[in-house]
């Protein structure tokens, strides 16, 4: 598998990865700001920002007009906002790929912010904000957060933002914002697919970016975490079944390796995350006390957490915790080292087959080249998994995923008794 081309155009970090043989083209583009960039004052600004970049261009000047050059180019455009980047990505068939490129170049620095536009945006994004909290699953996840993190920490916030904030947003507002963030030093460019002339690219990207001055460089501060000394959260909503997150704080203030992460994910994986786990053939195959029941290591940028979660019926209650306090440390020494490695050789094969697709090779190299200062492909994984320590991963999570560091979250609809 070959390396793909790195550039770097005016501080932007620019990714070529050339694919013969395909029809399209992905570009993808990652800015150094989101929701916890945001001061108090402005919750959902990053997020409206990215929904208005679509509203017209000096070149597209309306959403109509965008969504016309898209459809008569044979486009597809989209953008998401997440804690710490804005993302807007773009495919194309390789005939366009000229027009794509100018169509990403407007998009990302010649936006208008029409503010005849923002009053019915901000309406838009107040219903979607409605509506998130109206769903049970999403305030039981504050709770979980507040509590793992501390009450106002940035993870807690919800990226669409706070209607209070909303309504004070206006153009002005938009296009400070916009000429402070989308800078190409803050940027983070992947190219992917049938690339002709990669030279021919870089030269487009030169005169582009150029053009652009960097002014400010974009920095997070992560505060550090802050979690609750009080492991258990019982929280009473609407659903009939009752959700169960069982999470333990393995990790603070450390950042992890991609050694690290991997042989974390590695027993996550082989514990509940696969299609054999040890945790679904207990409480699924031999108790039936659940249809689905998943684990998962996080890691962020200053700590890392394990957490299992899964559905049950409230009279299933008793039963399951009976069962899962007094089996747990019997099914983590189940994972053997045969059982290790054969999830190892798995997730090795599905990292080679996830390239594939031109979306998704180019989603990997991006987040790759945003995260790290070297692109790892997967066939550097594969090398890198062979570095994987067994012990010391067994004696890690054998320390840490104990009943006494661990937090109970149950959201369930059983009233409490008075």
């Known amino acids: 598998m070959k390396k793909p081309l790195v550039f770097n155009i005016n501080k932007a970090k620019v990714v070529l990865y050339p694919i013969k043989g395909v029809r399209s083209v992905e570009i993808n583009v990652l800015i150094r700001c989101g929701s916890w960039y945001e001061k108090s004052n402005e919750l959902g600004y990053f997020h409206f920002l990215e929904h208005m970049l679509f509203h017209g261009t ?72 409605k509506s998130k909290w109206d769903r049970p699953e999403t305030r039981f996840f504050q709770q979980i957060n507040e509590t793992i993190f501390g009450r106002n920490h940035i993870y807690t916030r919800d990226i669409i933002g706070d209607i209070d904030c909303l309504k004070n947003i206006n153009s002005q507002i938009l296009h400070q914002l916009h000429q402070k963030y989308f800078q190409p030093q803050n940027m983070v460019i992947s190219i992917v697919g049938n690339i002709n002339s990669p030279q021919k690219v870089i030269n487009k990207l030169n005169k582009t970016l150029k053009a652009h001055n960097n002014t400010f460089k974009s920095k997070l501060i992560y505060p550090p975490i802050k979690p609750s000394s009080k492991k258990q959260l019982i929280y009473h909503d609407k659903p009939e079944q009752e959700t169960v997150y069982l999470i333990w704080v393995t990790q603070k203030n450390q950042k992890l390796s991609r050694l690290n992460k991997m042989s974390k994910q590695t027993f996550s994986y082989t514990l509940g995350n696969s299609v054999d786990s040890l945790l679904f053939k207990t409480f699924r195959l031999e108790y039936g006390l659940v249809y689905n029941i998943r684990s998962y290591f996080n890691n962020f940028k200053n700590y890392s957490t394990f957490e299992i979660s899964c559905q049950i019926d409230p009279s299933n209650h008793q039963k399951f915790f009976k069962i899962f306090d007094s089996k747990f440390p019997d099914i983590i020494n189940q994972i053997t080292l045969e059982k290790f490695n054969q999830t190892i050789k798995y997730t090795n094969y599905q990292a080679l087959m996830s390239y594939d697709s031109v979306r998704e090779i180019s989603n990997t190299i991006v987040r790759e080249a945003f995260n790290y200062k070297k692109i790892y492909l997967p066939e550097d994984y594969i090398k890198l998994s062979k570095k994987i320590n067994y012990p010391e991963t067994m004696i890690f999570f054998k320390s840490k995923l104990t009943k006494k560091n661990r937090y109970t979250f149950i959201m369930t609809p059983i009233k409490p008794e008075h």
């Open 58 to 129: 000096k070149s597209m000047p309306s959403a109509e007009i965008i969504m016309e050059n898209n459809k008569e180019n044979g486009f597809y455009t989209n953008a998401y906002t997440n804690g710490n980047s804005i993302n807007l990505y773009l495919s194309s068939p390789d005939v366009n790929f000229d027009k794509a490129i100018k169509t990403v170049e407007e998009i990302i620095f010649n936006p208008l912010f029409p503010q005849n536009k923002i009053e019915n945006e901000i309406n838009v994004i107040t219903q979607e904000l």
